[in-house]
């Protein structure tokens, strides 16, 4: 891909933020990529540009009728050699494509989004940190923009990436969350969107994540649209169940997004000798397991918390405690091999790590 690239003059970058002190999705970098989408046309114009607002016409399409996908990952300072890695991305962008297609969007060449990632990342290497635990967040993006008012697939659209320093995504760091269960509200339904990262997935989330929220849970773990009571994922992680002969996460029915964790941690545990099964499992199974002390751990997994340990289930005024609400064996198994490859600490077998 030929990028057209306009740099700011050092004078007018910013001061980087404290590595210390980096909330999650807080700071934006000096630079950004855009590139535009016409029928008839296809992608053109790419280009990385000073980071700024941009225009939208109050008819875009995409305000209206909520054609909207992203993506995350993340790049990495490597804790020895200071060297910039990045996580399986290609797969990021092959799900991005995915998004695209199942709402009837525009698609991009993986490769090609990667490499003007690639590039981008490369420009605002200042801004990847150095402590162990921080990063670079990496946010692709599309939406609709042609300006029309009618219910079918747009014509034109906008694909931008931009770029934040974050630290841990949950205040809690590694430690045990707190979830609550819904059953009251849906996320999701077979047939739909679930399995796509289109952003009214998130929005549908907001009314029982606030709900939670205020009740001093961390997060909402949902179950299915049908019968609310098999088990489907929390707002921002897909969600695994250590008992004592295997190690269960829900199966991937469409209504869940495909997490290159979620996927990272099933090679894992399996070339680790464990029992993983990808299968229905309903509430009342995972409830009736914490309570004879069959469920040994409960993890989430995704690119923004990496490995997420559940301290506690609360369902129907009732609170399920599990592992003494204390960090499992196999989740800190996970999270260390995982984000040691991440920082390059420890071996890659698997190719999942590019050096920029």
């Not at 009728?65 to 890695?85: C, H, N, T």
């Not at 014509?155 to 707190?178: D, T």
């Not at 994922?233 to 169940?241: P, S």
Request: aromatic share 12%; net charge negative.
């Amino acid at each position: 891909m030929e990028l057209a690239i306009e740099l700011l003059p050092d004078s007018k970058r910013k001061p980087l933020p404290p590595a210390d002190n980096l909330p999650f999705g807080i700071y934006r970098t000096d630079h950004m990529f855009l590139m535009d989408y016409k029928e008839g046309i296809g992608w053109y114009d790419p280009r990385i540009v000073p980071y700024d607002v941009f225009e939208l016409d109050p008819a875009a399409s995409g305000l209206h009728y909520g054609q909207a996908i992203f993506e995350g990952l993340k790049a990495y300072r490597g804790s020895s050699d200071g060297k910039i890695r990045l996580f399986r991305a290609i797969e990021n962008m092959k799900r991005f494509n995915r998004s695209a297609w199942r709402m009837c969007m525009a698609q991009v060449d993986p490769e090609e989004l990667l490499d003007a990632i690639r590039q981008l990342v490369r420009i605002e290497a200042r801004w990847v940190p150095d402590k162990k635990g921080t990063s670079l967040y990496i946010r692709p993006f599309m939406i609709a923009t042609e300006p029309f008012l009618g219910v079918r697939p747009a014509k034109e659209y906008l694909l931008s990436v931009i770029l934040s320093p974050v630290g841990a995504y949950y205040p809690e760091g590694f430690n045990p969350v707190k979830i609550y269960v819904t059953d009251k509200y849906v996320r999701a339904a077979k047939g739909g969107v679930g399995e796509a990262k289109a952003a009214g997935n998130y929005a549908a989330s907001l009314m029982a994540s606030e709900e939670a929220k205020k009740k001093g849970f961390t997060q909402v773990l949902w179950l299915d649209a049908a019968e609310h009571r098999y088990v489907e994922e929390v707002g921002t992680m897909n969600i695994f169940f250590k008992f004592e002969d295997a190690l269960v996460t829900p199966a991937l029915s469409g209504s869940i997004l495909p997490g290159v964790t979620r996927d990272s941690v099933i090679r894992l545990a399996t070339d680790w000798g464990l029992k993983v099964e990808e299968r229905p499992i309903t509430i009342d199974e995972v409830l009736e397991e914490a309570q004879k002390g069959g469920l040994k751990e409960c993890f989430g997994t995704g690119t923004a918390a990496v490995i997420s340990p559940v301290g506690s289930l609360f369902y129907k005024d009732r609170t399920y405690p599990i592992n003494g609400e204390k960090t499992g064996p196999l989740a800190q198994k996970l999270f260390d091999e995982i984000t040691g490859i991440q920082y390059g600490e420890r071996p890659d077998p698997y190719g999942w790590v590019e050096i920029l």
